[in-house]
């Protein structure tokens, strides 16, 4: 340290500006070392699926990166397989456009195309527009639309009636209802002639979803009972542990949901009689006859007046009159009633269990006021049969991963944080040898022997003379001994100077 303050202040000032520049050169190369390195998952997206793939990520705690103004996505390498597994479980599709292309192959037709090869080519066309509009379907990943069309035929009784078939890159299970008659309505409408019931439609399970005995059920084609009850937990799962990794942090909570739903469709009707009578509808029917007295000859209508034999007396027929009144009233009264149809829609929760493991490193208390909130979020109840389980154990640790050899990504900033630690140790060794050469004494012995001034030729008196600064009393230099080569040297260039000359060229021309 003493040495380096006894330098002068400019070598201070480059010694101190050399090391701040090296130690910046390796903080920063240090840095891009040590930095994530992002490998692109998905490309072209569109900005809402962006959305959807990031809230996937979030929730798993994987790091990632937007970049191309949100139409791709990076995530860091070492997470790319985790990732992948992710967003798949989740239903998400990490992936930009179609793999089969569209319209666009019209504007390749060739010249001189046959019409064979225009046909061909307008149907790859339609079942690539076909399987984009599919692919935005929520949950479907990566349809692959196959169409058969129809030959023109001259019989129509004879003509073969349009097919297609549909693959799609997901399982059921992440389906919404009704989506799959909702898709084959979509192929059947987009080409000309093909109905419903002749499109098929099969997840990447190989399962046929559609046409089936339950698509025009509650579960809409999409498996059954178990596809609604997976897809029914997966959703439950997602939004909770989104919930407990908002909250306590990622990989420190975890809920499995097991429902059994009730898929069955069916109705219900309803008929409930009042207890008053409304009238609904009245007829009165009426009879009314009379006769007359005395002055009737024939005598009153009845059996007296046409019986001969009938014991009756003259002066009673003569005195009797006949009147004859009926009334009839009918009446219809209705009573009340009500009839009450009920459509029971599919969907309905038979019962829910709820298993919630939490990381030992998490408070009792906590754990305790999580179970609650799981519940609640979930909807247990108690009284339907539901229950839900905590268990606190001690999460595995993330495997450590084994030292392998260097990355090539690494070796190159490697490369500069080494030269610039070499030129730091020159700098300093340099210095340092600088410091010790300026504390050494080059003055020759001879010369400091002279205490006082000589003159030239003195010097050249004494050295003529043989003579030295102990042998004489006067400061004189030391005596130089002759050399031999150089009166050789001499005698040459007096006997051949020309000699000479070109050998001193032939030097100088090597120089």
Known sequence: MQNILALPAKTKAILA???VAIIGIAFIMLKIATAPAYSTIAS???PAQ?????????EQGIAYEIQNNGTALAVTKAQMSEARISLASQGVEASGGGSQPGYELLDESKLGASQFQQQVTYQRALEGEVAKSLKGVQGVSNPNVQIVMPQDDLFQDEATPATASVMLGNSADTLAPGAVRGMAQTVSASVKGLK???VTITDSSGAILWPSDEAGGAAGGTGGKQAAEARYARQKEAAINAMLASTLGPNLAKVTVNADLNVDQSSEEKLTYGGTTVPLTETTESEKMEGAGSGNAGGTAGTGSNVPTYSGTDDDAAAGAGNYENKKVTRNNGVNKTITKTQKAAGGVNKMNVALLIDKSVPADVATALKETVATAAGVDTTRGDSIT???LAFAKPATPKAGPVPTTFLGPAKWVGLGLAALLFLF???RGMKKRENENLTPGWLTEISEPVSLAQLEAGAGQGFTLDQASTKMLPP?????????????MEREPERVAAQVKAWMAED
């Not at 962006?50 to 979030?58: E, N, P, R, V």
């Not at 130089?480 to 040459?492: F, G, H, T, V």
Request: proline fraction near 3%; aromatic fraction near 2%.
């Open 17 to 19: 500006v050399s090391a």
């Open 44 to 46: 072209g997206l569109d």
């Open 50 to 58: 962006t959305g959807k793939i990031t809230a996937a990520l979030d």
């Open 196 to 198: 419903s019931e002749n």
């Open 390 to 392: 905590a268990t606190q």
């Open 429 to 431: 060794f340099m210095t």
């Open 480 to 492: 130089r001994a002759p050399d031999a080569s150089l009166n050789q040297l001499d005698q040459l």
